[in-house]
């Protein structure tokens, strides 16, 4: 998978998990817009037209980000898996299909054939242009050549394979069922390169594909979780009383030290670490020189 593939990726999960109108909006346009090639969006929406972007975004990221995420989340729901609560086996993956599906096959039965759309030359913007202004012109660099003769490197000339859209789902539809072909024929491992976090149910575009469980602001609090599931019941205790003995005074740590009860506890830690081997409390019994 190329970086322009995990880009788009990325602002699909990016749309789906912004928390505002106007951060789904924002994601939504340069999603689509690094997408949908520049040169088939004057028609229909004039997206890159001399009044720029006209398309209401905020409007569509509100019409189109819930199906959405139901669709991301059928895509990298499991077939199957256990309920946590119940043991009872369920199908996640099943009780999104109707809808996932519908969406999906709507908005790709919008998209039309191949055709072919001919790329003006775009002289260079004046300093300080529009945003849109510089994307066309770099765009048509990729036809023209700088004094507006077409670039002799295709045989297309100055013409372009384009689709055309109805609205602004059609092309993320368009995308996702080019990726799932890919799965089809053997491209990819697995359907779709991003999850759902199972702590708080957002999408995770990782890095790595397959190597990541949790998004950023889960993974260190399931790793606590599961260190904790694992670690022996005295661990925690052990830990926190030899945090407390550092963070103390070395005046005052060194009085502590000398008392026998201490001096038993401190034996009790070095015996359990002996069958344990926490690696965060030998930490601090080396900082320590126990």
Not at 43 to 56: H, I, T
Not at 119 to 138: G, M
Request: aromatic share 10%; glycine share 6%; hydrophobic share 35%.
């Amino acid at each position: 998978m190329n970086a322009h593939t995990k880009g788009i990726w990325s602002g699909l999960v990016s749309f789906a998990n912004a928390g505002t109108v106007e951060g789904a909006a924002k994601e939504l346009h340069r999603t689509v817009t690094d997408y949908m090639p520049w040169f088939s969006q004057r028609d229909p929406f004039g997206l890159l037209s001399d009044e720029f972007f006209p398309v209401n975004w905020k409007a569509a990221a509100a019409e189109y980000q819930s199906p959405v995420q139901t669709l991301l989340r059928w895509l990298c729901s499991p077939k199957s898996d256990v309920d946590a609560d119940t043991g009872t086996v369920i199908h996640p993956r099943d009780s999104l299909q109707a809808q996932g599906f519908a969406f999906l096959h709507e908005h790709a039965m919008h998209v039309g054939g191949i055709q072919f759309e001919e790329v003006p030359y775009v002289e260079e913007p004046k300093p300080n242009a529009p945003s849109e202004e510089v994307a066309r012109h770099q765009e048509s660099m990729k036809f023209w050549t700088s004094i507006g003769k077409i670039k002799d490197d295709s045989p297309l000339g100055a013409f372009a394979i384009t689709r055309r859209y109805k609205d602004l789902a059609d092309p993320i539809c368009d995308f996702i069922c080019a990726e799932l072909q890919k799965f089809r024929d053997g491209e990819y491992e697995q359907p779709v390169p991003i999850f759902a976090c199972p702590h708080c149910t957002k999408f995770v575009m990782p890095k790595r594909i397959g190597k990541k469980k949790f998004c950023s602001d889960c993974s260190n609090k399931a790793r606590a979780e599961q260190y904790r599931e694992k670690a022996p019941l005295d661990e925690a205790g052990d830990y926190q009383w030899l945090y407390r003995l550092e963070r103390e005074n070395p005046r005052v740590r060194g009085m502590k030290l000398k008392n026998p009860k201490n001096k038993k506890r401190i034996g009790d830690i070095k015996q359990r670490q002996l069958q344990h081997h926490s690696a965060r409390c030998q930490r601090l019994i080396e900082k320590l020189k126990l």
